[in-house]
């Protein structure tokens, strides 16, 4: 069989749900690149998974769905709901259509601290557990871009703040490959968390984000009170020795940010 041959036959129709992300719009790209057929779910398509709006017309032959989408708040009681909307419609949708494949992205270690915007994840898992679509679910820490993300989000007051945090950080880039090349394939149930290639420290990053784009204020470490913040310091939000390792380290991804103009 010629190599165009084989690609046709393997090629399938994956629905990717948050496709124009962080995460999700390299998961499009990688499933482009490789011959499969890509469909975009976002608001700015059409389609809201929050409101059901326009899911049973973007599902039409799609054999998979990725399912990658994010909310800002970090408030749990609206993350929970944010969360449990978009998976419960998103099955439903999925059985209607006859989906045969939902993919969940995931953090790695929810379980370990379950408040906040970890508490959204642990209810979308369970969902996505308890369904009757098979599943396959990824977990990966958190990306290089998280750096840029506490820069713009992490105040007291008007004074920016760098919170105290053991992480691994892993590319965007590498975890949209990968939930493209599940998608692809069967359903395998919780396969090994995705991490990066070493531990950083997130008062490190956010500080090296700042002075990469120019900024020279003051940014003090802070610690996050509660459960959810001392879980971020003692490592209990780390990957384990069973993780699979990214390539590109903080470093190699903060050398491609440029100043703001």
């Known amino acids: 069989m010629s190599d165009h041959a084989e690609q046709e036959r393997t090629a399938v129709r994956v629905a990717v749900a948050g496709g124009t992300g962080a995460v999700g719009h390299h998961a499009v790209a990688s499933l482009r690149a490789a011959g499969h057929e890509p469909v ?21 032959g799609v054999d998979a769905v990725i399912d990658a ?9 609206e993350t929970v709901e944010f969360f449990r909307a978009t998976t419960q419609n998103l099955l439903a949708a ?8 939902h993919v969940a992205l995931s953090i790695v270690a929810i379980e ?5 915007y970890y508490a959204g994840k642990v209810a979308q898992e369970q969902l996505v557990e308890a369904g009757d679509i098979p599943w ?6 958190q990306f290089h871009e998280f750096a840029a993300q506490m820069y713009d ?14 992480t691994q950080p892993v590319a965007a880039r590498e975890v949209g490959d990968a939930l493209a090349a599940i998608a692809a394939g069967g359903a395998a149930g919780r396969v090994p968390d995705l991490a990066g290639p070493r531990e950083e420290s997130l008062v490190r990053m956010v500080r090296a984000y700042a002075r990469a784009i120019g900024a ?24 384990d020795a069973s ?14 940010v440029r100043p703001a103009r």
């Open 216 to 239: 020279r204020g003051w940014l003090p470490a802070v610690p996050v009170p509660g459960p959810f913040g001392r879980a971020q310091r003692d490592g209990s939000l780390l990957p």
């Open 94 to 101: 999925e059985a209607r259509a006859g989906v045969q494949h």
């Open 136 to 141: 396959t679910i990824l977990r990966a820490a």
């Open 243 to 256: 993780a699979t390792l990214g390539r590109q380290t903080f470093d190699q991804w903060l050398a491609g």
């Open 69 to 77: 989408l994010s909310v800002e708040t970090l408030d749990g009681g």
């Open 153 to 166: 989000r992490a105040k007291i007051g008007p004074l920016r703040v760098a919170p105290r945090m053991r």
């Open 112 to 116: 370990r601290a379950p408040f906040g």
């Open 40 to 60: 975009v779910i976002s608001r700015g398509r059409g389609v809201d998974a929050r409101r059901a709006a326009g899911l049973d017309a973007a599902l039409e």
